[in-house]
């Protein structure tokens, strides 16, 4: 390498480097020998594993770990369900204008912050809400309707706000699947099923799995939606390290909490990538 | 015998456009029927209206006798070789070319010992375990017709396969396209503007302009002899002039250009009438190329001048004749034996060629 390519090179990569270090990697350094210490007095600590035990003998506290995972593969599923007819009307069906002005109502969601969209969110679903008046009116229940507080609302929050970080990526890849390529399977005889099975399929897999690990990731670290919608008691693992951290003052266990929703994404996302053979590269690339 | 194919009275129109305009044509059984003509004109829309992805907006469609229209693409016993071969990119050869198979249900070892002798056909044994972006461009071409010819359509489609290929691999693959069509014996319905390609592989050629027929016939009635003005400029090389016509005499024409050439040409039996506005074509090989007029003195169009320029090409080298100034240059062939090969701009030389190579045709457009 010349020395002048090399001097551009460091310039690049100086911001990315230090923006990786001081904020991702140093706090992340931090936490860890956070979590690892044990309070044995006023201002006395001591390095051990006490923690992560806490975690361990609490039901609760596993419980609501495991929790979180399956709702959150739950959400990435149902999102991706309805993101993929979408995407692919998007990509594939839909022409000019008509193809922007889609992609672009992914994307209003987004112009609200996340707290006033819940809050629509809640307007709505609430006893005294629009969809209970409405159902009390048309007569198909007789008295007032709590649709907020519960799983369902919960999900419907996750997936609405996830939507467009799976279309994102579906529709880019579908894109780019030449229109002759689906001509060609119906020439030789596929099905339409078929033909999603064999040759659409595979050829978003890049875009199905960055979308299902982007939307993962996110819903499993949302704070917000699960608080909100789904009140108190909605279990969120979340909700318990913002308790540790804020609310009793334990940050040693909230760290410890931290590292374990690290490692949860780290392993499922892991075996995701590993299960459907692709890799991290293909799939970001 | 009924024809493998066979298009009646087929139009198509995109809003106001017709793209195609009332094409008739049949294919008989195992031959290769190319369609020729400048882009746009409407090639590709006959080709997915016979595959079954267009509806036609009037016509009829029949395939070894009967009406198609009906059949959906994935049911029609025809295939196609796309322009861009879409070969399936996720998946090996052997799986493209056993994707038809498997979809009709057929046994997997089955479709392997078949796959195999496919692969074994088109000479690209052992290599079914291949990725497509791992092949050229010649085996992809192989593949994707192979993985149509497995399922044995009555029809085989093909949408300018060749455009995509480097100048040397297509000279290469217009031969082998027609041996495999032979091998195959299965009748190919070829697409293309490339008329080399055309008049290479085919048996008959229909030349179309704007959606419309002009012509169809072998490759050397195309060339030889062109019924309208279109067919005589776009197959082959030509000379051409426009003028009026001064005088007719039996099947003779005296034509006099706007540049004051006076050219006597053949109208071939249609019927001109002095003034009418013609288009002249006259082919560079069909001139005569002489250093002594009076060699000439049997042509009834002859003219002394110079050469302009030596447009030198191996085997198909040609020179620019002028006569005189105000005159528009004439592409004549140049002999390749005997004492012309050393000829250089400035010489002065004599062409002439007969009434019947001049052929000349009415005029229509402003
Ligand atoms: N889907 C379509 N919608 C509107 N016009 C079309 C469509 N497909 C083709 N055309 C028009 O029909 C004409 C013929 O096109 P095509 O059959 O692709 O020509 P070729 O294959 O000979 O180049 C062109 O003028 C083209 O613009
Ligand atoms: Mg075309």
């Known amino acids: ?285 | 015998m009924t024809p493998d194919l066979e298009c009646q009275h087929l139009i198509k129109r995109f809003g106001e456009t017709q793209a195609v305009d009332d094409v008739s044509f049949s294919v008989p059984q195992g031959s290769f029927f190319s369609i020729l003509g400048p882009s746009g004109c409407g090639k590709t829309t006959i080709m997915r209206m016979i595959a079954g992805f267009l509806e036609p907006s009037g016509g009829d469609i029949l395939i070894r006798g009967k009406s198609v229209l009906d059949t959906p693409p994935n049911k029609r016993p025809v295939n196609m070789v796309f322009q861009h071969l879409a070969l399936f990119p996720m998946m090996c050869v052997a799986d493209n070319i056993g994707y038809g198979l498997r979809r009709q249900g057929m046994a997997k070892a089955e479709i392997a010992r078949r796959v195999e002798e496919m692969l074994h056909r088109i000479n690209l044994p052992g290599l079914g375990q291949r990725k497509i972006n791992e092949l050229s461009g010649g085996q992809k071409q192989r593949i994707a017709i192979a993985r149509c010819m497995i399922l044995n359509p009555d029809v085989l489609l093909l949408d300018e396969p060749l455009g995509a290929l480097d100048l040397k691999l297509r000279e290469h693959m217009k031969i082998e396209l027609k041996a495999l069509q032979s091998e195959f014996d299965t009748t190919f319905v070829y697409i293309t503007h490339d008329q080399s390609e055309a008049l290479v592989m085919s048996d008959q050629i229909a030349v179309m302009n704007t959606g419309r027929f002009e012509q169809v016939g072998s490759g050397q009635e195309l060339y030889y002899n062109p019924q309208t003005a279109f067919v005589a400029g776009f197959v082959g090389e030509s000379n051409r002039w426009i003028g009026r016509v001064e005088r007719i005499e039996g099947r003779e024409a005296q034509v006099l250009t706007e540049n004051g050439l006076t050219i006597f040409s053949s109208s071939q039996g249609s019927s001109l009438m002095t003034g009418d506005q013609v288009e002249i074509f006259v082919r560079p090989e069909a001139i005569r190329l002489s250093k002594k007029a009076e060699n000439l003195d049997d042509l009834r169009n002859r003219l002394s001048g110079k050469v302009v320029s030596v447009l030198f090409n191996g085997a198909a080298s040609n020179i620019l004749f002028q006569a005189e100034e105000e005159l528009e240059p004439i592409e004549v062939a140049l002999p390749q034996s005997g004492e012309m090969t050393n000829l250089a701009r400035g010489a002065e030389v004599a062409i002439g060629w007969t009434t019947d190579q001049a052929r000349c045709f009415k005029w229509t457009d402003g």
């Not at chain 1, 198909?140 to 799976?166: K, Q």
């Open chain 1, 1 to 285: 390498m010349k020395t002048e390519t090399k001097i551009g090179f460091i310039l690049l990569i100086t911001p990315l480097l230090l923006w990786l270090v001081l904020l991702i990697i140093i706090p992340h350094i931090d936490m860890f020998l956070v979590s690892i210490r044990e309070r044995v007095g006023v201002r006395q600590y001591q390095s051990s594993l006490a923690n992560y035990g806490t975690f361990f003998e609490e039901p609760l506290y596993i419980w609501t770990f495991v929790r979180t995972a399956t709702m959150s593969i739950l959400a990435t599923l149902i999102t991706l369900v309805i993101a993929f007819p979408a995407s692919y009307y998007i990509a594939k069906m839909a022409k000019g204008r008509t193809q922007s002005v889609l992609f672009l109502l992914c994307l209003v969601p987004f112009w609200v912050s996340e707290i006033v969209r819940t809050f629509g969110w809640m307007i709505l679903l609430r006893e005294t809400g629009l969809v209970s008046s409405v159902l009390q009116w048309t007569g198909i229940v007789s008295g007032p309707v709590e649709m907020l507080y519960n799983d369902t609302a919960i999900m419907i929050g996750l997936v609405y706000t996830s939507m467009l970080f799976m279309v994102v990526p579906l529709v880019t890849t579908l894109e780019s699947l030449d229109d002759q390529i689906i001509e060609a399977a119906y020439d030789l005889g596929g099905s339409g099923l078929s033909i999603l099975r064999e040759v659409i399929i595979p050829h978003a897999a890049p875009g199905i799995v960055a979308g299902s690990i982007v939307v993962f990731m996110l819903t499993l670290g949302n704070y917000l939606t699960p608080t909100m919608l789904g009140g108190k008691d909605s279990l969120w693992f979340t909700e318990l390290i913002y308790l540790q951290f804020i609310v009793r003052f334990n940050w040693e266990l909230g760290a410890a909490f931290g590292f374990m929703l690290l490692l949860l994404s780290s392993i499922i996302v892991w075996s995701v990538l590993r299960l459907t053979g692709q890799t991290l590269e293909k799939t970001m690339g």
